[in-house]
């Protein structure tokens, strides 16, 4: 006598779940892609990556659905739930680590290790062509209180040698740091003030910030100021205060290293 097996049916939400998971993986690096290498704009390929994440939202969403189903129904498709959630982390995995960034910093796009009177960004016409003639503005009082609590470790350069060896330190450091620099004026003429204007990239999506740097002369040797800030967005994710420590770190040393 045969008998007749009735096998459960399988969660729909598990079987969407992987499907739109992986979905998501290829939108998000395809736009990833896209935007380092240059082949599509920044808003463009921001929205993209928005996409991107709002479907790993609903795979994870369809995940978290057939879990409750398989539970109560005991319907089949735990496996394919469990793959569709791996995926989708693995998509949220960096954008939340950014979330959390954001909600753990200030909210601001540009930092100056002189918040009294920062670094005013070359007009140049070289400046400007490499900026796509963007002027940073000017910040606000309270953006710069907000800098000051927050990054209490960036602050001003003071090096105990002349002017000409301290604009040498400012030049050498970009180069090791990788910047792209677009003028270089030493220091001399009425005021004595040099300057050095430049572009540093993320490593990831190569966002630009735009960076100049102040040396100005003192009785007592050379006073360095840097100033970075971010061209897209309204948060910059302490990138800006990066740029800064490490020129900081790397003028520092090569400072060390020349005495």
Not at 61 to 79: D, H, K, N, T
Not at 175 to 185: F, P, S, T
Request: hydrophobic share 50%; charged share 20%; glycine share 8%.
């Amino acid at each position: 006598m045969r008998r007749l097996i009735i096998e459960e049916p399988v969660s729909r939400p598990a079987k969407w779940s992987p499907a739109l998971a992986s979905f998501a993986l290829v939108v998000t690096l395809l736009a990833t892609l896209l935007i380092r290498f240059g082949r599509i704009d920044y808003p463009s390929g921001f929205i993209a990556l928005g996409a991107g994440i709002a479907i790993a939202l609903v795979a994870v969403a369809m995940s978290l659905l057939s879990f409750v189903r398989i539970w109560q129904e005991g319907r089949r498709g735990l496996g394919s739930a469990v793959k569709g959630l791996l995926i989708a982390a693995l998509v949220l995995a960096y954008p939340g680590f950014m979330a959390l960034k954001a909600a753990t910093l200030p909210p601001i796009t540009d930092v100056s290790t002189d918040t009294d009177d920062p670094p005013g960004f070359s007009r140049s016409r070289a400046a400007l062509a490499a900026r796509d003639g963007r002027i940073p503005p000017d910040v606000a009082p309270e953006a710069r209180e907000m800098q000051r609590a927050a990054y209490v470790q960036i602050a001003p350069l003071t090096l105990d040698i002349g002017p000409e060896e301290a604009f040498a330190i400012v030049e050498k450091a970009a180069h090791n740091l990788g910047w792209q620099v677009i003028e270089a004026v030493p220091p001399g003429g009425r005021i004595g003030l040099g300057r050095l204007e430049a572009v540093d990239r993320s490593r990831l999506l190569k966002m630009p910030s735009d960076i100049t740097v102040r040396v100005r002369p003192r009785v007592d040797g050379t006073r360095i100021d840097i100033r970075s800030a971010s061209r897209f967005g309204s948060h910059d994710l302490g990138a800006n205060a990066g740029y800064i420590r490490a020129f900081l770190e790397e003028a520092s040393n090569l400072a060390i290293a020349v005495r």
